[in-house]
Protein backbone atom coordinates (compact mmCIF):
# COMPACT_ATOMS: atom_id res chain seq x y z
CA UNK A 1 0.00 0.00 0.00
CA UNK A 2 1.54 3.79 -0.87
CA UNK A 3 2.94 5.46 1.78
CA UNK A 4 0.86 8.36 1.38
CA UNK A 5 -1.56 8.99 -0.09
CA UNK A 6 -3.26 12.36 -1.35
CA UNK A 7 -7.12 13.03 -2.87
CA UNK A 8 -8.06 14.19 -5.16
CA UNK A 9 -5.20 14.02 -7.31
CA UNK A 10 -6.46 17.13 -9.40
CA UNK A 11 -8.44 19.91 -8.36
CA UNK A 12 -10.64 22.82 -10.53
CA UNK A 13 -12.38 25.59 -8.07
CA UNK A 14 -13.89 28.82 -8.27
CA UNK A 15 -12.65 31.82 -6.44
CA UNK A 16 -15.91 31.94 -4.15
CA UNK A 17 -15.91 27.36 -3.88
CA UNK A 18 -15.35 25.58 -0.72
CA UNK A 19 -13.51 22.73 -1.05
CA UNK A 20 -10.78 20.19 0.89
CA UNK A 21 -7.70 18.35 0.11
CA UNK A 22 -7.31 15.28 2.05
CA UNK A 23 -3.73 13.38 3.01
CA UNK A 24 -3.56 10.04 4.62
CA UNK A 25 -0.26 8.30 5.94
CA UNK A 26 -0.02 4.69 6.24
CA UNK A 27 3.67 4.49 8.05
CA UNK A 28 2.65 5.25 11.59
CA UNK A 29 3.91 8.60 11.43
CA UNK A 30 3.76 11.50 13.78
CA UNK A 31 4.54 14.07 12.15
CA UNK A 32 2.85 15.66 9.13
CA UNK A 33 3.12 18.26 6.51
CA UNK A 34 1.70 20.85 3.59
CA UNK A 35 3.47 21.95 1.03
CA UNK A 36 2.94 24.60 -1.63
CA UNK A 37 5.19 24.06 -5.20
CA UNK A 38 4.81 26.73 -8.01
CA UNK A 39 6.23 26.73 -10.90
CA UNK A 40 9.72 27.89 -10.90
CA UNK A 41 9.82 27.85 -7.22
CA UNK A 42 10.82 26.20 -4.06
CA UNK A 43 8.72 23.95 -1.70
CA UNK A 44 7.43 26.07 -0.06
CA UNK A 45 6.05 24.56 3.75
CA UNK A 46 2.93 25.86 4.74
CA UNK A 47 2.17 23.61 8.01
CA UNK A 48 3.41 21.34 10.49
CA UNK A 49 1.39 19.15 12.67
CA UNK A 50 3.24 17.05 14.96
CA UNK A 51 1.32 14.38 16.77
CA UNK A 52 -1.70 15.89 15.69
CA UNK A 53 -0.59 19.48 17.46
CA UNK A 54 0.00 22.26 15.16
CA UNK A 55 3.86 23.20 15.18
CA UNK A 56 4.58 25.65 12.63
CA UNK A 57 2.26 27.87 10.51
CA UNK A 58 4.56 29.61 8.03
CA UNK A 59 2.56 32.87 7.93
CA UNK A 60 -0.24 31.41 5.43
CA UNK A 61 -3.14 33.34 4.76
CA UNK A 62 -6.56 32.02 6.54
CA UNK A 63 -7.93 31.13 3.31
CA UNK A 64 -5.98 27.54 3.79
CA UNK A 65 -7.51 26.33 7.16
CA UNK A 66 -5.71 22.75 7.89
CA UNK A 67 -6.64 20.29 10.34
CA UNK A 68 -5.52 16.71 11.87
CA UNK A 69 -8.03 15.41 13.27
CA UNK A 70 -5.29 11.77 13.86
CA UNK A 71 -1.64 10.94 13.54
CA UNK A 72 -2.93 9.58 9.92
CA UNK A 73 -5.22 12.33 8.33
CA UNK A 74 -4.43 16.38 7.27
CA UNK A 75 -6.99 18.00 5.91
CA UNK A 76 -6.47 21.42 3.96
CA UNK A 77 -9.72 22.92 3.59
CA UNK A 78 -9.85 25.66 0.93
CA UNK A 79 -11.78 28.85 0.95
CA UNK A 80 -11.93 32.39 -1.03
CA UNK A 81 -9.32 31.41 -3.00
CA UNK A 82 -7.42 33.38 -5.26
CA UNK A 83 -5.85 32.45 -9.06
CA UNK A 84 -2.50 32.89 -7.62
CA UNK A 85 -2.72 29.80 -5.18
CA UNK A 86 -3.25 27.54 -8.62
CA UNK A 87 -0.05 25.20 -7.58
CA UNK A 88 0.29 21.61 -6.65
CA UNK A 89 -0.08 20.90 -3.29
CA UNK A 90 2.27 18.50 -1.70
CA UNK A 91 1.80 16.55 1.70
CA UNK A 92 4.27 14.87 3.96
CA UNK A 93 5.43 12.22 6.75
CA UNK A 94 7.74 11.80 9.15
CA UNK A 95 8.10 9.90 12.12
CA UNK A 96 8.61 13.01 14.00
CA UNK A 97 9.05 16.54 13.85
CA UNK A 98 12.53 16.41 15.07
CA UNK A 99 14.30 13.79 13.63
CA UNK A 100 15.74 15.07 10.96
CA UNK A 101 14.93 11.83 9.12
CA UNK A 102 13.69 11.55 5.83
CA UNK A 103 10.03 13.15 4.80
CA UNK A 104 7.52 10.38 2.52
CA UNK A 105 6.03 12.16 -0.06
CA UNK A 106 2.66 11.85 -1.57
CA UNK A 107 1.93 12.38 -4.71
CA UNK A 108 0.11 15.72 -4.29
CA UNK A 109 -2.92 17.62 -5.38
CA UNK A 110 -2.94 19.49 -8.55
CA UNK A 111 -5.04 22.85 -7.88
CA UNK A 112 -6.36 25.09 -10.44
CA UNK A 113 -8.23 28.32 -9.44
CA UNK A 114 -10.18 29.85 -11.85
CA UNK B 1 20.79 32.76 6.71
CA UNK B 2 19.78 29.24 6.06
CA UNK B 3 19.47 28.61 1.80
CA UNK B 4 19.86 26.18 -0.70
CA UNK B 5 20.84 27.08 -4.21
CA UNK B 6 20.83 24.81 -7.35
CA UNK B 7 22.62 27.28 -9.76
CA UNK B 8 21.46 24.89 -12.43
CA UNK B 9 17.56 25.59 -13.43
CA UNK B 10 17.56 22.44 -16.30
CA UNK B 11 20.03 20.19 -17.71
CA UNK B 12 19.79 17.80 -20.79
CA UNK B 13 22.08 15.39 -21.67
CA UNK B 14 21.81 12.05 -23.96
CA UNK B 15 21.34 8.41 -22.18
CA UNK B 16 24.72 7.09 -21.23
CA UNK B 17 26.43 10.40 -20.34
CA UNK B 18 27.41 11.19 -16.70
CA UNK B 19 25.80 13.94 -15.17
CA UNK B 20 26.47 16.41 -12.19
CA UNK B 21 23.78 18.39 -10.00
CA UNK B 22 24.90 21.32 -7.81
CA UNK B 23 23.66 21.97 -4.76
CA UNK B 24 25.34 24.70 -2.50
CA UNK B 25 24.16 25.78 1.21
CA UNK B 26 24.49 27.84 3.72
CA UNK B 27 23.78 27.49 7.32
CA UNK B 28 25.16 28.91 10.95
CA UNK B 29 24.62 25.67 12.72
CA UNK B 30 27.25 23.07 13.11
CA UNK B 31 25.19 20.30 12.92
CA UNK B 32 22.21 19.72 10.28
CA UNK B 33 21.45 17.27 7.75
CA UNK B 34 21.25 17.38 3.55
CA UNK B 35 18.90 15.41 1.58
CA UNK B 36 18.65 14.89 -2.03
CA UNK B 37 14.90 14.12 -3.36
CA UNK B 38 13.99 12.92 -6.73
CA UNK B 39 10.49 14.24 -8.52
CA UNK B 40 9.39 12.17 -11.37
CA UNK B 41 6.24 13.44 -13.67
CA UNK B 42 3.83 11.93 -11.45
CA UNK B 43 4.81 14.54 -8.78
CA UNK B 44 5.91 12.55 -5.24
CA UNK B 45 8.93 13.37 -3.96
CA UNK B 46 10.90 10.56 -3.38
CA UNK B 47 13.70 9.99 -1.34
CA UNK B 48 17.28 9.82 -2.10
CA UNK B 49 19.66 10.31 0.46
CA UNK B 50 19.87 11.71 3.79
CA UNK B 51 24.18 12.89 5.23
CA UNK B 52 24.77 14.61 8.69
CA UNK B 53 27.01 17.49 8.61
CA UNK B 54 29.61 15.44 10.40
CA UNK B 55 30.12 12.78 7.79
CA UNK B 56 32.07 13.78 5.41
CA UNK B 57 32.36 10.44 3.37
CA UNK B 58 31.44 10.06 -0.20
CA UNK B 59 28.77 7.45 -0.59
CA UNK B 60 27.64 5.63 -4.03
CA UNK B 61 24.57 3.98 -4.45
CA UNK B 62 25.00 1.98 -7.92
CA UNK B 63 24.55 4.86 -11.04
CA UNK B 64 24.36 7.26 -7.98
CA UNK B 65 27.06 9.34 -6.26
CA UNK B 66 27.32 11.75 -3.75
CA UNK B 67 30.16 14.36 -3.10
CA UNK B 68 30.37 16.24 0.69
CA UNK B 69 32.22 18.88 1.18
CA UNK B 70 31.97 21.03 4.12
CA UNK B 71 34.81 23.45 2.60
CA UNK B 72 32.60 24.70 0.04
CA UNK B 73 29.22 24.16 1.77
CA UNK B 74 28.50 22.07 -1.03
CA UNK B 75 26.32 18.12 -1.59
CA UNK B 76 26.84 17.48 -5.47
CA UNK B 77 24.52 14.68 -7.18
CA UNK B 78 26.36 12.69 -9.76
CA UNK B 79 24.52 9.83 -12.30
CA UNK B 80 26.86 7.75 -14.51
CA UNK B 81 25.77 6.33 -17.51
CA UNK B 82 22.10 8.15 -17.20
CA UNK B 83 19.38 6.35 -18.29
CA UNK B 84 15.87 7.86 -19.90
CA UNK B 85 13.98 6.84 -16.25
CA UNK B 86 16.69 9.51 -14.35
CA UNK B 87 14.64 12.43 -16.18
CA UNK B 88 13.13 14.10 -13.41
CA UNK B 89 13.15 17.38 -11.40
CA UNK B 90 15.72 16.97 -8.46
CA UNK B 91 15.44 18.66 -4.92
CA UNK B 92 18.50 19.34 -2.55
CA UNK B 93 17.65 20.27 0.82
CA UNK B 94 19.08 20.88 4.26
CA UNK B 95 17.59 20.81 7.32
CA UNK B 96 18.74 22.53 10.49
CA UNK B 97 19.21 20.77 14.23
CA UNK B 98 19.41 23.67 16.38
CA UNK B 99 17.86 27.09 14.17
CA UNK B 100 14.76 25.54 12.49
CA UNK B 101 14.05 21.99 14.40
CA UNK B 102 14.23 20.23 11.67
CA UNK B 103 12.00 21.94 9.32
CA UNK B 104 13.52 21.16 5.13
CA UNK B 105 14.67 24.37 3.16
CA UNK B 106 14.83 23.43 -0.53
CA UNK B 107 16.49 24.41 -3.24
CA UNK B 108 14.79 25.38 -6.44
CA UNK B 109 15.04 22.51 -8.46
CA UNK B 110 17.17 21.09 -11.01
CA UNK B 111 15.17 19.50 -14.19
CA UNK B 112 17.15 16.85 -15.77
CA UNK B 113 15.86 15.62 -19.28
CA UNK B 114 17.81 12.65 -20.33
CA UNK B 115 17.37 12.22 -24.15
CA UNK B 116 17.43 8.57 -25.41
Known amino acids: ETGVTQTPRHLVMGMTNKKSLKCEQHLGHNAMYWYKQSAKKPLELMFV???????ENNSVPSRFSPECPNSSHLFLHLHTLQPEDSALYLC?????????????FGPGTRLTVL | AQKVTQAQTEISVVEKEDVTLDCVYETRDTTYYLFWYKQPPSGELVFLIR??????QNEISGRYSWNFQKSTSSFNFTITASQVVDSAVYFCALSEVYNQGGKLIFGQGTELSVKP
Open chain 2, 51 to 56: RNSFDE
Open chain 1, 49 to 55: YNFKEQT
Open chain 1, 92 to 104: ASSQDEADHKQQF
